[in-house]
């Protein structure tokens, strides 16, 4: 007994003396730096301006012949893809802030920091500003100098730190989430709900987003999500977009919003939220399936939702695995199988064909006709890229991924035997 307390107070020794002593250890974590901008300089003018190179990739976007891949913070990059062996630079559209877009008839939506932009794209290399919508987006308090704080840009650091210090912050930031994303790919949001991708809605007007999308569209609404909470804007005049509700989804950090029928699936870090859409200015929650933390895409097609679950630095676990979910009860959705995977991100599926972006393991494509065999039915994969986020084109026999070193087309008439089609690369 006495041993025991000797023991006892030896280690209480030991750590007040770690304490004294300034205990460090090394680690890698994300680091993030807060933005801070005034009014003046979060509403600046949009505009086409000349093309110019990929250098950090955000969403992914289809309309019509085009292709729109957003520059993180920056604008919008947009490409001629009537070729996708071939596609042209054509320009690009300044927006300041911007991180996700959704397109219907002729009209962008688009986030510029704490404000929603409705740009008129009648004449694509003439964008004109229709309106813009201010203070619609969450801002995260103010400096000294009462500037606002925007946004978060991060970095993954190795250095020694105090025992105990809370480094990294930032958490909480729906900007800072999806920076966060891009700068850990190298680590181990109109869309809509078809089988071709997160983009449609049965609707001809509207564009094609990718799994990771913030933005989609439902008939004649706009719904928005940012880290907690999810937006709706009634858009039947597509140039005059009216905000109707702002639900709290969830207290963790929500990642992704996918309609399919008269529903949205949204992702987050602790599970699957399932919203109704019969009152389109107010949507309903009706369930919800759990998962253990992690950041959580979800794609659906027929009666099954696919959710990637992906662990690191900034999803709080170490689960990477993709998740077949029943929902042929919308009202109680039910694990089918979980399938191991690497570090999964976003996911698209035409035809029973399950395309994964499985983060630096690359592009993954899988028969996805069998529940409990996906895993092991692998038919083609490409490790040569390190992938964030595809589409399948709903239009042709193309697949679209995005990832850290730039942008792949695929032709996928076999899926079996994919063919890489072009390329456009981040330049550095």
Known sequence: MKKSILLFFALIGLFTSCTKDKCTTRMTYVKYEPVYKTLDEIRQPIGMEAARALKNPGKIYLYHSYLLVNEQLEGIHVFDNSNPS????????????????????????????IDLLSIDLSIPM??????????????????????????????????????????????????????????????GGATGGNNSGSGRSGDATAGVGGSMARFTLNGDYLYTVDNS???????????????????????????????????????????????????????????EFQHANACDPVFVSGNRAYVTLRGGTMCENFTNQLDVIDIS???????????????????????????????????????????????????????????????????RDVLLVIGKDGLVQYNIANPSSIVKLSTIPVVR
Not at 87 to 101: C, E, Q, R, S
Not at 148 to 154: D, M, Q
């Open 329 to 395: 009860n919308i009202f109680n959705p039910t694990l089918v199988k979980s399938h191991p995977m690497t570090n999964p991100h976003g996911l698209s599926i035409k035809n029973n064909i399950l395309y994964l972006c499985d983060g630096n393991a690359g592009l993954k494509v899988f028969d996805a006709s069998n529940d409990f065999e996906i895993g092991n039915n692998l038919l083609a994969s490409d490790n040569s890229i390190a992938t964030f986020d595809a589409i399948a084109s709903p239009y």
């Open 229 to 287: 909470n999810l937006h709706a804007f009634d858009i039947s005049n597509l140039s005059n977009p009216i905000q109707k509700s702002n639900v709290n989804v969830s207290w963790t950090n929500i990642e992704t919003v996918f309609p399919y029928n008269n529903y949205l699936f949204i992702g987050g870090n602790a599970g699957m939220f399932i919203y109704d859409l019969s009152n389109p200015e107010s949507p309903t929650q009706i369930s």
């Open 126 to 187: 003439q964008p004109v500003l229709a309106d813009r919508d201010e203070n619609v987006f969450p801002n995260y308090g103010t400096d000294e100098n009462g500037r606002l704080c925007v946004a978060y840009t991060s970095k993954e650091v190795t250095e020694d730190v105090v025992c105990g210090e809370n480094i990294g912050g930032g958490w909480g930031n729906p900007m800072m989430q999806e920076d966060m994303v891009f700068a850990t790919m190298s680590q």
């Open 86 to 113: 071939n596609p042209l630079n054509v320009g690009f559209i300044k927006i300041n802030g911007n991180l996700d877009m959704a397109v219907k008839g002729n009209m962008l939506y688009a986030d510029s920091y």
